[in-house]
């Protein structure tokens, strides 16, 4: 079981905007700024999207952003495209020995 | 650019110990205000950490695999390494070294490398 809670599955048709939330607890999500999204293609290594909650690296397209109320962060995909059809997970700082904890993944379907 | 590549031995028999290591090339491992990770993700399941090396050398592991990791760094060879000792079919995953930057967040993968135990 995974330590951040997300939706196994989402889906939109392309052109429309999706939202992925990422549930956790004051220990982490809620605690802290630090949380960020990863998308992974089949057979490929994740890539950073969204850092700090809402920061995106350069290069990414400004079709994907990030938010985050109370425990529970989002992930927000606008102008769906077909090579938005992949795997996305959530991360956190965590005040527990952890330290680091993800989501269980989001498998994105584009119509 | 800086890239990271994982190698090491695809195959670990159960109860042995499976060993891999990071080659860091187009910078310099011993930069200061980075960690270096192992992250591993079992076949159709999510990521899990594994633990990470900071700069300094200072080690922080996950503490459901603490007692079997071992992460080291050789500056000589700018790269990383990772021990996992004991192994068992559970352990069997695609493993990726992983750089973490200023914040808490990995900015930077390897390609992965899978990882099967079986005897």
């Known amino acids: 079981q995974s330590a951040l809670t997300q939706p196994a599955s989402v889906s939109g048709s392309p052109g429309q905007s999706i939202t992925i939330s990422c549930t956790g607890t004051?220990?982490?999500?809620?605690?802290?700024?630090?949380v960020s999204w990863y998308q992974q293609h089949p057979g490929k290594a994740p890539k950073l999207m969204i850092y700090d909650v809402s920061k995106r690296p350069s290069g990414v397209s400004n079709r994907f952003s990030g938010s985050k109320s109370g425990n529970t962060a989002s992930l927000t995909i606008s102008g769906l495209q077909a090579e938005d059809e992949a795997d996305y997970y959530c991360s956190s700082y965590t005040s527990s020995s952890t330290n680091w904890v993800f989501g269980g993944g989001t498998k994105l379907t584009v119509l | 650019q800086l890239q990271l590549q994982e190698s090491g031995s695809g195959l670990v028999k159960p109860s042995q110990t499976l060993s891999l290591t990071c080659a860091v090339s187009?910078?310099?491992?011993?930069?200061?205000?980075?960690?270096w990770s192992w992250i591993r993700q079992p076949p159709g399941k999510g990521l899990e950490w594994i633990g990470y090396i900071y700069h300094s050398g200072s080690t922080y592991y996950n503490p459901s695999l603490k007692s079997r990791v071992t992460i080291s760094v050789d500056r000589s060879k700018n790269q990383f390494s990772l021990k996992l000792s004991s192994v068992t079919a559970a352990d069997t995953a695609v493993y990726y070294c992983?750089?973490?930057?200023?914040?808490?967040?990995?900015?930077?993968w390897g390609r992965g490398t899978l990882v099967t135990v079986s005897s």
């Open positions: 187009g910078g310099s491992i011993s930069s200061g205000g980075y960690s």
């Open positions: 004051s220990s982490d999500v809620g605690g802290y700024n630090y």
């Open positions: 992983a750089r973490a930057g200023s914040g808490w967040y990995f900015d930077l």
